[in-house]
T-cell receptor, first 111, second 111 residues
Framework: KAGVTQTPRYLIKTRGQQVTLSCSPI?????VSWYQQTPGQGLQFLFE???????NKGNFPGRFSGRQFSNSRSEMNVSTLELGDSALYLC??????????FGQGTRLTVV | GENVEQHPSTLSVQEGDSAVIKCTYSDSASNYFPWYKQELGKRPQLIIDIRSNVGEKKDQRIAVTLNKTAKHFSLHITETQPEDSAVYFCAASRGYQKVTFGIGTKLQVIP
């Protein structure tokens, strides 16, 4: 069974640009969550999608958005990038009220 | 929404000693409590979990206890080894709701 796949693994962007990250969940998993991880800040919840609907949203500005497709793949978009957006972005998929499986993450650097 | 507090943020122990990490949660309806281990440069991975109908669960050198009345749960690692050095995250969720993570504990096992 393939794991959670995130692409790309690394990104370097300039302030003001926008970026799109992709997450392919484990086959059969309908829930995909996104987290931002920075040193000392743990796993900050961005949002969760379930069956193409955003079910939960964290406390991030509107520059952070996402969507989920009918095959459960999810994308996350960040517009007007700021230096503080530099982080590891992790997605996780779940098949129910069970373990969340994480992807390897996308390391975003904003310069 | 759910709030999970975790402490300590850093923990150093001698090899062979025990390590304890504690977490509290705010939503009394939370019923699933996983613990994740994140090694440097890697994704978080589940090491043990417990559901609200169980008070304690053990897996070799790792054990988790849950006190529903006090709304706190703890991770116990006995006979620590250098490979136990990592960041540990506790988490809580309710049904199919999002998983809320603690801020993480950086465990260092000194040989």
């Amino acid at each position: 069974k393939a794991g959670v796949t995130q692409t790309p693994r690394y990104l370097i962007k300039t302030r003001g640009q926008q970026v799109t990250l992709s997450c392919s969940p484990i086959s059969g998993h309908r829930s995909v969550s996104w987290y931002q991880q920075t040193p000392g800040q743990g796993l900050q919840f961005l949002f969760e999608y379930f069956s193409e609907t955003q079910r939960n949203k964290g406390n991030f500005p509107g520059r952070f958005s996402g969507r989920q497709f009918s095959n459960s793949r999810s994308e996350m978009n960040v517009s007007t990038l700021e230096l503080g957006d530099s982080a590891l972005y992790l997605c996780a998929s779940r098949g129910g009220n069970t373990e969340a499986f994480f992807g390897q993450g996308t390391r975003l650097t904003v310069v | 929404g759910e709030n999970v507090e975790q402490h300590p943020s850093t923990l150093s122990v001698q090899e062979g000693d025990s390590a304890v990490i504690k977490c509290t949660y705010s939503d009394s309806a939370s019923n699933y409590f996983p613990w994740y281990k994140q090694e440097l440069g890697k994704r978080p991975q589940l090491i043990i979990d417990i559901r609200s109908n169980v008070g304690e669960k053990k897996d070799q050198r790792i054990a988790v206890t849950l006190n529903k009345t006090a709304k706190h749960f703890s991770l116990h690692i006995t006979e620590t080894q250098p490979e136990d050095s990592a960041v540990y995250f506790c988490a809580a969720s309710r049904g199919y709701q999002k998983v809320t993570f603690g801020i993480g504990t950086k465990l260092q096992v000194i040989p």
